[in-house]
């Protein structure tokens, strides 16, 4: 008898328990968070490593002791007779899990269990085992809590989770293990006289998986590396006999399991794995929009999958309203059935609008996973009204859309606001860019609580495709909060997918997913308008250009020079594509320079200077930080000396609360400082004026 340890994911644990006590009777089985340690036999073992449909390792311990310092953990790994284990000329590996405060790296705990090993053998033989990471003759596992340490052989060698059958999988493979529990926890297993369908199959696991329970196959029985295979005391013809045994034990499979998907390609996939799993014949595989199956036999059964989570912000707009139809095509097709569903995202799977009768933890990998169960009753099979037709939200947007149509027909613009947090539950703004819609969710105020503006933004977006007639793979959502220095032009993505839109006469390029802002400011589009109004045969300087959108409208309205200056590189670079997009001709300069230092020592001279700073900044290429209010004076007074005599700068920013220093900038030589902020406003911002500021100043 030895002491075994089996470990699983998080959230397993309690039925990796019930499993391995219905594996290996009479055993006392010992629970801790991912892992079940009991006392048991080298059969037992062997029997774990390929009946277990949950595990992920099974250790069979050769050391337990102190691991309070470098020394006592070398001397911990010393007191185990290496020799009655391996051969020198063998290879071996150490996993070591966890750190203490005297291990504080993994990879240095697993050199003194490695250091421990290779001395005793050339001390005692002179000779010793190379180490080898993958699929080494012995790997060693060591697990470090607290003070203490736990060595032993891993039994299984690599993850039990893979089964040898699986060549390819989609993006985000469900592990078979996981798939296993889901199959458990759905009841299925217990029930395996009923059909089984999974409606998002991807590449097969859950079809695969029950396959193998329905034919009672050993989930291990395809796997060729074990790490006891080399061990000294790996008794062979015990692990033949198991084996052998298994393979009488199959029988097989007599119910309908279904698998489909609308990916064609990943259909493909599961039919490869299934069929070197060797259960080919046994599961029913289809290309199908889930929002359109409906079951293939009359009985009804249990419906198990895991469908896309929407881990990453832009993936929830395409899959709020995909849930939304789930959830409708489940009541009109699946009565009857109990459904099982695994998702990162609880909330998306209350958009179905199904009560659930149970719902379980579990880790898919590193994500913290929810299986929630329902069962297809009458209840929960009634329909719901049609979406958006009564709802507060979708009413105030369709309000504001026909409010606004007369007005964008007029206009020679294709991007406008159309909504700007006008109810206090839903805190968004929303901005058309073409045939895309940008949803931007300010923080939420201390009287809404963070689960209720999860809630808001998930109606949103629920709603935005049906009002609107926008494809969700055409809304992009953004998390907008107060931002700083660095985050202000924070990537978010990596897509580099770029859009030209227009607004009066111009081109301009705009990014909808990759950065916080697009690079557009909309609420300006009056000001630049303005500026073109202005600078016609006049040489032109745009400080802290952000994309350049003024630099376009100040050339297209006849501009004898254009200066760019902006810190930037990423921001310059855009700002030349705008320029040539618009086939602008003439003197134009870009500048890569903190604006702030940069205008003190600048000897040019310009006749109009617009200026748009940040609010705040303190970006590692700026010497110092930037401040709106307490620095615009100073940067106003650099401006000053920049303009020719009748020179006029335009200054704008939008801190809230900002207060232009009038007086001082009188003294610096300004006239005419006037307050324009009111014809900078557009139509579709008339609801929030405070939205910036503006004025102009001449010299």
């Known amino acids: 008898m030895n002491q075994i340890i089996v470990t699983t994911s ?3 644990d309690e039925l990796l328990k019930a499993e391995i006590e219905a594996l290996c009777p009479d055993t006392a ?4 968070p991912g892992t079940v340690t009991f006392t048991g036999t080298l059969e037992q073992a062997y029997t774990v490593c390929l009946w277990s449909r949950l595990a992920n390792r099974v250790i069979w311990v050769l050391a337990e002791g102190k691991c309070d ?3 006592s953990l070398y001397d911990t790994a010393s007191s185990v007779d290496w020799q009655q284990h391996l051969r020198a000329s063998d290879t071996l590996s150490v996993q070591f899990n966890g750190t203490n405060h005297a291990i504080k790296n993994s990879q240095f705990g697993a050199v003194r269990i490695k250091d421990a090993i290779v001395d005793q053998f050339m001390e005692e033989l002179d000779q010793r085992p190379s180490v080898e990471k993958k699929f080494s003759d012995f790997p060693i596992w060591a697990r470090v809590h607290r003070d203490n340490v736990v060595i032993g052989l891993d039994m299984s060698g690599n993850s039990l989770h893979q089964r040898a059958y699986r060549s390819k999988t989609g993006e985000a493979p469900l592990k078979e293990h996981v798939a296993c529990a889901m199959l458990i926890r759905s009841g299925w297993t217990a029930n ?3 059909p089984l369908t999974d409606l998002f199959c991807g590449s097969g696991t859950i079809a695969i998986e029950a396959a193998y329970i329905a034919r009672n196959i050993a989930p291990g029985i395809k796997r060729s590396y074990w790490g006891f295979s080399r061990w000294l005391q790996h008794n062979q013809p015990l692990w033949d006999k198991i084996n052998d045994d298994a393979l009488a034990a199959q029988k097989p499979c007599d119910i309908r399991i279904t698998a489909t998907d609308i990916d064609r390609k990943l259909i493909n996939i599961a039919r490869t794995n299934a069929d070197q799993a060797g259960v080919f014949k046994d599961i029913h595989f289809d290309s199908c929009d889930a929002l ?3 079951p293939q036999v009359k009985e009804a059964g249990y419906l198990v999958s895991n469908p ?5 912000l832009g993936e929830l707009t395409d899959l709020i309203p995909t849930f939304s139809e789930l959830g409708k095509q489940l009541k009109a097709a699946w009565s009857g059935w109990h459904v099982s569903l695994l998702s990162s995202n609880r909330d998306l799977l209350r958009m179905m609008k199904l009560r659930s009768s149970k719902d379980y933890g579990m880790n898919n990998g590193k994500l913290e996973c929810r299986l929630v169960n329902y069962v297809m009753d009458e209840d929960n099979c009634r329909q719901f009204g049609s979406d958006g037709v009564n709802h507060e939200f979708a009413n105030r947007l369709k309000k504001n859309l026909k409010k606004l149509k007369s ?7 294709n991007c406008y606001r159309i909504y700007d947090a006008d109810l206090p539950d839903y805190n968004v703004a929303i901005d058309v860019y073409g045939d895309w819609l940008v949803v931007q969710e300010y923080a939420p105020p201390k009287t809404i609580s963070e689960d209720k503006a999860r809630r808001r933004l998930q109606e949103v977006l629920l709603h935005l495709p049906a009002v609107t007639g926008t494809n969700p793979k055409q809304i992009a959502l953004k998390v907008r909060s107060q931002q700083k220095g660095k985050n202000q032009y924070e990537k978010m993505d990596q897509k580099g997918d770029r859009l030209t839109v227009y607004e009066n006469g111009a081109k301009l390029l705009v990014n909808l997913t990759d950065y916080l802002d697009t690079g557009l400011f909309l609420d300006h589009r009056d000001t630049r308008k303005l500026v073109s109004q202005r600078v016609k045969n006049k040489d032109v300087l745009n400080l802290f250009s952000y994309t350049g959108s003024v630099s376009v409208h100040a050339a297209l309205g006849g501009a004898r020079s254009v200066t760019t200056v902006d810190m930037s590189k990423t921001y310059l670079d855009w700002a030349k594509d705008n320029m040539t997009l618009n086939k602008v001709k003439g003197a134009n300069a870009f500048i890569q320079a903190d604006c702030t230092t940069w205008l003190k020592t600048h000897p040019g001279k310009y006749d109009f200077i617009f200026i748009d700073p940040p609010s705040f900044s303190n970006s590692k290429r700026m010497q110092d930080t930037f401040d709106v209010q307490r620095d615009h004076v100073a940067l106003l007074k650099d401006a000053f000396r920049c303009l020719n005599d009748g020179g006029e700068v335009m200054f704008s920013n939008n801190r809230r609360g900002f207060k232009l220093d009038t007086d001082a900038l009188a003294g610096a030589g300004y006239k005419d400082i ?6 900078t406003i557009p139509e579709d911002f008339a609801r929030h004026a405070n939205i910036h500021q503006c004025w102009t100043l001449k010299k």
């Open 407 to 413: 007005w964008v027909k007029q206009q020679d613009i």
């Open 292 to 294: 359109k199956a409906e």
């Open 674 to 679: 006037e307050d324009i902020t009111a014809k």
């Open 192 to 194: 395996t006289d009923k």
């Open 10 to 12: 998080r959230g397993l």
């Open 29 to 32: 089985c010992r629970l801790s």
């Open 308 to 312: 896309p989570y929407g881990e990453r």
């Open 69 to 71: 310092s470098a020394e």
